[in-house]
């Protein structure tokens, strides 16, 4: 880089290139050329450099040119030519913007940078001049330059001397932050013109990288002229306002004997159904103004769902003669439920073929798959349609991996299980929890003594800053690393660091007193706020989460109460059955080894799980 000649430190304050990093670079090159996208690079120079290079060339020849960044060091490129547009939060950089950031016009970024320099690539700058004072300053003299012509004109004698003393550094800085805009290169603005994707060159290279989410995504795409994309299906959208309308469409649609549904929630409330017959989609606004509450200027009155529309689609989901598809079914189950209204099988649901399909790919909302399949179709109260076109791909898909089985028979009955053990919920005795309550509260008062005991004084215990200063400048403990903020790091491996091989008794303390102090915040305050308004708690079940195809349990997390802990165990002893009942706890024996066995044919690992020996005494031996 040609400025590591003009400052040996530039940058040096940088850590090395992470070598996992290194071999990534030619495939960055490979996937341009795969992408058809055109890249430069120019060794000596920086990207910037490059940009503020094309910039220039795009003025002379009359063209407007747009920078796509959000990089501070590009606004001094900003003119009636150049524009920047921040990705990240999707907006024009205006000039407030560049105002508010450097506290002048683009046109004298470069002024102020060079006083107050950048601790990020170790630009020197003028020492004790900020931001602030650095726009102050040129506001006031235009330009470096005109500044040191006349600092007789600046009345603090202490700032005039270290202006006077940096003149070197400053010089020095205003050609770090000056983007080169005359880089020597040969490519002309025509070779960036942008070019069509060309299938199999790109398909080749994400077959190569194992990109088989992308890979599956581009096949069903046409972007070069070797192909003619599908033809997008013709669907008339109708909206249903009348009762007698409703009901037309339910005879029809049951006569079909297949449908696919989605269903649009309003805050808590249902706000409105679509129903798609492969050929028209039906959309039904269930939320209606209360007729008794006059809506003014100050006020408008909540809507509520159409109970007298619902009752006309009842039968059409409880039919169980009918084939459904939606999105996210176990959800739809409670939500129609609100309002007295049974989603029966048989169904599909999109989301879970997807998970079934993809498993941790990609995201498995409703959004994503119609990004996924349908890229490039208007998707505005198209939903119902776009779940049931989604469904016969992922059905074809799942009978090629021969993996429609994994779906109908182990996946999808689970569906109004688990919404059922959702509803019923599970039985927490309220009067075990406040004896906990008050159990842990005695313990984290006494744990509290104990370490504001050791540290001689009363520590936020729970601030990490003030806990970090303890450890690592008062006490004087070795290991410690600050965080990016610049405090010192006190997360659990510190402390464990700290516990173990220091064996340093304050850091055993606060890992009881964090350990307790989640506990009781996470489960025994949570459960005693839930049951009060039900004595069954219910937990949300999902199917399409964890990576391994596990349950996972949210809203509480009930699969994280430590099992092991005298405390993990209290809290567990908080959920009971009711009078009659029993709570049983069943798990797989081995179940990991056992399918090692079966699959790779181990002889005498089968006979053993056959015999029912201890497969543990059976290895030793």
Request: some cysteine.
């Amino acid at each position: 880089n040609f400025r590591n000649e003009i400052y040996p430190e530039y940058k040096a304050n940088r850590r090395e290139t992470p070598t996992e990093l290194i071999p990534q670079f030619p495939l960055i090159r490979e996937a341009c050329e795969a992408l058809n996208v055109a890249w430069i690079e120019k060794e000596g120079y920086e990207a910037d450099d490059l940009i503020a290079t094309f910039s220039r060339i795009a003025k002379e020849k009359g063209i407007k040119t747009r920078v796509i960044s959000a990089d501070k060091d590009l606004m001094q490129l900003m003119d009636d030519n150049t524009a920047l547009y921040d990705p990240m939060k999707k907006k024009e950089i205006t000039l407030e913007d560049v105002f508010q950031k450097f506290g002048v016009t683009p046109d004298k970024v470069i002024e102020v940078q060079s006083l107050m320099g950048d601790s990020t690539d170790n630009i020197p700058g003028a020492s004790g001049i900020g931001p602030k004072t650095a726009a102050s300053l040129i506001r006031q003299f235009d330009s470096v330059q005109n500044m040191f012509q006349h600092l007789d004109q600046i009345p603090s004698d202490k700032k005039r001397e270290s202006l006077l003393a940096d003149k070197e550094k400053i010089e020095i800085s205003q050609k770090l932050v000056m983007l080169d805009k005359f880089v020597p290169v040969n490519q002309d603005l025509e070779v960036f013109k942008r070019r069509p994707l060309q299938n199999q060159k790109l398909l080749n290279f994400l077959n190569l990288n194992n990109f088989s989410s992308l890979t599956k995504r581009i096949s069903s795409l046409h972007f070069d002229g070797t192909d003619t994309p599908a033809p997008q299906k013709e669907i008339e959208i109708i909206e249903l306002k009348k009762e007698e309308q409703i009901q037309e469409v339910v005879e029809k649609v049951r006569l079909q004997k297949s449908f696919s549904f989605y269903l649009k929630q309003s805050e808590e409330e249902l706000g409105g159904v679509s129903i798609c017959d492969g050929k028209s989609i039906f959309v039904i606004d269930l939320m209606t103004a209360q007729d008794s509450v006059q809506e003014d200027l100050f006020f408008k009155p909540k809507a509520k769902c159409n109970q007298n529309f619902l009752k006309i689609l009842a039968p059409l989901f409880a039919d169980k003669n009918i084939q459904k598809a939606g999105y996210d079914i176990k959800t739809g189950i409670h939500l129609l439920d609100k309002y007295d209204l049974v989603l029966t099988e048989p169904f599909k649901d999109v989301m879970l073929m997807s998970y079934d399909l993809d498993g941790s790919q990609h995201k498995h909302d409703l959004q994503t798959l119609i990004q996924i399949y349908f890229p490039k179709e208007e998707k505005e109260n198209k939903e119902a349609f776009f779940i049931g076109e989604i469904v016969q791909k992922l059905t074809e898909k799942l009978i090629q991996k021969n993996e429609l089985g994994l779906y109908e028979d182990i996946d999808a009955p689970l569906i109004s299980i688990l919404a059922d053990m959702e509803k019923e919920g599970i039985l927490v005795d309220e009067k075990h929890l406040k004896k906990l309550e008050n159990t842990f509260s005695r313990r984290l008062e006494e744990l509290t003594r104990q370490i504001h005991a050791l540290t001689g004084d009363e520590v936020n215990i729970n601030s990490p800053a003030q806990l970090g200063d303890v450890f690592f400048e008062k006490r004087g403990l070795k290991g410690g690393k600050r965080g990016a903020n610049g405090h010192w790091i006190t997360d659990v491996k510190v402390l464990e660091m700290l516990a173990n091989e220091q064996e340093d008794e304050l850091a055993k303390l606060i890992l009881k007193y964090r350990a307790a102090a989640k506990l009781k915040s996470t489960y025994i305050d949570d459960l005693l706020e839930r049951v009060k308004i039900n004595p069954r708690v219910s937990t949300t079940f999902s199917l399409v989460s964890a990576n391994t195809g596990r349950l996972a349990s949210s809203n509480p997390n009930l699969q994280n109460i430590p099992v092991r802990s005298e405390e993990g165990k209290e809290i567990r002893e908080s959920f009971i059955s009711k009078e009659g009942c029993v709570l049983l706890s069943a798990d797989y024996s081995q179940i990991e080894l056992r399918l090692i066995a079966d699959v790779a044919g181990v002889k005498k690992l089968r006979e053993s799980f056959i015999n029912n020996e201890d497969i543990h005494a059976r290895t030793a031996s």
